[in-house]
């Protein structure tokens, strides 16, 4: 067998490695856990990090993450821009496909057998590991090892697998412990890309010839729309609308003609979009007082013989399922929901809206601009339905509305300022989100047609959507996004420069 062939052998090894790599994390979950010696668990809080970094060359767009009946909207990532929102939204709570349960037996020696077997319900190896204080009954374990003042044990589960082990104790008086692991997941990607294109006319007479060129510069395959038209003077006409797909590398050519007397205009618009997947990291969390312990869950001990042995054994009553719109994640380091903490080494629907109609356009929206250092003295506006005239209302006339809706782009500006006045309680929609906002999904029904009645962006649309939706003051420095806001009914607090 010659070099050469082997060679080629490797070279294609490698790039089928490349290929089919694992796809890039872009969420985390975390579920408040507590399991129970029979079997059961209870989840607590359960919510989403976005962690997320461009991997590819180009600029990525609407970027949307479909993952346990909702979805994660991003306006935009710059080639190698990382984005960390923490936290997203909070999910309904989902256990986890493991379980833990108990049996005990007296042994002739006087001692008791409690025998943990660890259940895994997920079709891939798990790897467990769990950690249990030291305590005065403790005599000796299988399976385990003795570390630290701590029972350790390490568990090793096949795909629907079990594993176990067993603590000998005087009596059974054991404390809680921790279970630590780690669950992957993979969920849907979606986002479009700008693509390398060029024009070329030319002409015999009246006769006016374009040549369009197109070319994906990726090494995946994209879909890719096309549309194309010629404008002579006040005239325009289509040449053509299509989609198609197009290789890694790919290219297309296509060619129009006009027949005018006077030089026209040529004009292509291209979108790349593709579908992709992308990895979701699901660890357990502990809540301690005002902070979290991510990567462990509880393993709730046992205080009597009986405890092992009652059938069914209850555990604390469930905590009521939490409402569909995303938490209220507090500004202050010292609230009861900070950022999440960087895991150990051991190593989430909301409710549909009926669509909000827009109202009738009305006449030019004139108010007043005021600067940062005049936060105190912010001027809100709300234009009536019946008048078509703008009544002003100082800042105490609308304190009492608990809370202001502020896109990302605002949020630097507002921030210390805003939030103490309106009870640090910031609204955005999930392409507008940021840290320590209450991300709210806004229908998309109203969002299409407020882009298409105003030509806004899809960050711009949502954020009206949701002030129109939660019926809160709009924050806002975009003129454009103000005048749209106010003809749609929304109270608008202008930001200055």
Request: glycine share 6%; hydrophobic share 40%.
């Amino acid at each position: 067998m010659s070099r050469a062939f082997i060679l080629v052998i490797l070279l294609l090894w490698i790039f089928s490695a490349i290929s089919y790599a694992a796809p890039l994390t872009c969420l985390m979950e975390f579920r408040e856990v507590t399991f129970y010696p029979n079997g059961t668990q209870k989840i607590g809080r359960d919510w989403i990090v976005v962690d997320i970094e461009n991997q590819f060359s180009n600029d990525i767009y609407n970027i949307r993450i479909f993952y346990r009946n909702t979805s994660v909207v991003l306006p935009h990532l710059a080639p190698g821009q990382s984005l960390r929102i923490d936290p997203y939204l909070t999910l309904e709570p989902h256990p986890f496909d493991m379980s833990v349960n108990a049996t005990s037996e007296e042994t002739p020696s006087g001692y008791y057998a409690v025998k943990y077997t660890v259940i895994n319900k997920y079709a891939f190896p798990l790897h467990v590991n769990i950690t249990i204080p030291m305590f005065t009954s403790y005599v000796r374990c299988d399976g385990c090892t003795v570390r630290n003042q701590e029972i350790v044990v390490p568990l090793n589960l096949s795909g629907y697998g079990e594993a176990s082990f067993t603590l000998y104790v005087r009596n059974i008086d054991i404390p809680d412990g921790r279970v630590a692991f780690k669950v992957e997941d993979i969920a849907p990607l979606r986002f479009s890309t700008s693509l390398d294109f060029s024009v070329q006319k030319s002409n015999i007479d009246t006769s006016w010839f374009a040549t369009f060129l197109v070319s994906n510069p990726f090494n995946y395959s994209l879909n890719v729309t096309l549309k194309a038209w010629a404008k002579v003077e006040e005239n325009e006409t289509e040449l053509f609308n299509l989609t198609l797909s197009m290789g890694p590398h790919g290219n297309w050519s296509g060619g129009a003609t006009v027949i005018s007397d006077s030089p026209p205009v040529f004009y292509l618009k291209v979108k790349g979009s593709t579908s992709r997947e992308c990895k979701v990291e699901i660890m357990p969390a502990i809540s301690e007082g005002a902070r979290y312990l991510i990567g462990y869950g509880l393993l709730k001990g046992m205080v009597s013989r009986e405890e092992v042995y009652r059938i069914p054994y209850i555990p604390p009553t469930p905590i009521p399922t939490p409402p569909q719109t995303p938490p209220t994640p507090q500004v202050m380091p010292t609230t009861p929901f900070p950022p999440t903490p960087t895991p150990p080494p051991f190593s989430p629907t909301p409710t549909p809206v009926p669509p909000t109609p827009v109202p009738p356009i009305t006449p030019p929206v004139i108010y007043p601009e005021i600067a940062k250092e005049e936060a105190e003295m912010y001027v809100a506006m709300m234009l009536p339905a019946t008048y078509g005239l703008f009544i002003f209302f100082v800042l105490p006339a609308i304190l009492n509305r608990r809370g202001v809706v502020v896109a990302a782009e605002d949020f630097g500006r507002v921030t210390f300022t805003l939030a103490a006045l309106y009870g640090r309680r910031l609204f955005s929609s999930p392409s507008n989100a940021f840290p320590g906002s209450i991300v709210t999904q806004p229908d998309d029904e109203l969002v299409n047609a407020l882009e298409t009645r105003f030509g806004l962006g899809r960050d711009q649309a949502e954020i009206i959507a949701v002030a129109i939706k939660l019926s809160k003051p709009l924050i806002t420095s975009n003129d454009k996004v103000a005048r749209a806001a106010v003809e749609s009914g929304c109270m608008v607090i202008r930001l200055g420069g």
